[in-house]
């Protein structure tokens, strides 16, 4: 069974410019989280999606942004990219109505902005 | 999920020493936990897991103690090797209200 899935593995971008990273949950899976973590940090919660809508939303400025498709996958879109952007930004999926929260993390995107 | 970022605390041990790793978790009601591996550059893995109406579990290698009167977990991993370094971190599960928190992690180094 293929795991969770994330693109592109790095991306590179400048100060004031928009990136938009994608996420494949495992199949089966409704829920996807979004975390990042900056270099030497731990993981920061930044959006929760579960069956199309957003449940959750961690201490991140408008311009962290994200939507669930109808397949279950999802976009994040970082608009007005600041040079502490700069982080692993990892994707996590889970059976949104499970017994148990259990989330399978992706490889992550690593996005740099210069 | 909610986290803190701190700067990691880290562990350095010697290969075939075993090494324990600690996590102090908030939430009285959390009732599941997991354990995650981080090797560098990589998405976290699921390593172990507890709930919360067991105090040991053991699986290859590795041990998950819980202590809820403290609000501890550790892991122990027996015969440490040079493939075990990464950073470890647990999460702590709510599953009544679907709620997760994840520690900020130790960093394990093992000198061969």
């Known amino acids: 069974e293929a795991g969770v899935t994330q693109s592109p593995t790095h991306l590179i971008k400048t100060r004031g410019q928009q990136a938009t990273l994608r996420c494949s949950p495992i199949?089966?899976?409704?829920?996807v989280y979004w975390y990042q973590q900056a270099l030497g940090l731990g993981l920061q919660f930044l959006l929760w999606y579960d069956e199309g809508e957003e449940r959750n939303r961690g201490n991140f400025p408008p311009r962290f942004s994200g939507r669930q498709f109808p397949n279950y996958s999802s976009e994040l879109n970082v608009n007005a990219l600041e040079l502490e952007d700069s982080a692993l930004y990892l994707c996590?999926?889970?059976?949104?109505?499970?017994?148990?929260?259990?989330?399978?993390f992706g490889p992550g995107t690593r996005l740099t902005v210069l | 999920g909610e986290s803190v970022g701190l700067h990691l605390p880290t562990l350095s041990v010697q290969e075939g020493d075993n090494s324990i790793i600690n996590c102090a978790y908030s939430n009285s009601a959390s009732d599941y936990f997991i354990w995650y591996k981080q090797e560098s550059g990589k998405g976290p893995q699921f390593i172990i897991d507890?709930?919360?109406?067991?105090d040991k579990r053991q699986g290859q290698r590795v041990t998950v103690l819980l202590n809820k009167t403290v609000k501890h977990l550790s892991l122990q991993i027996a015969a440490t090797q040079p493939g075990d370094s990464a950073v470890y971190f647990c999460a702590e599960i709510y599953t009544g209200g679907f709620k997760t928190i994840f520690g900020a992690g130790t960093r394990l180094f093992v000198k061969a």
């Open positions: 996590a999926s889970s059976l949104g109505s499970g017994r148990y929260n259990e989330q399978f």
């Open positions: 507890i709930r919360s109406n067991m």
């Open positions: 199949s089966g899976h409704t829920s």
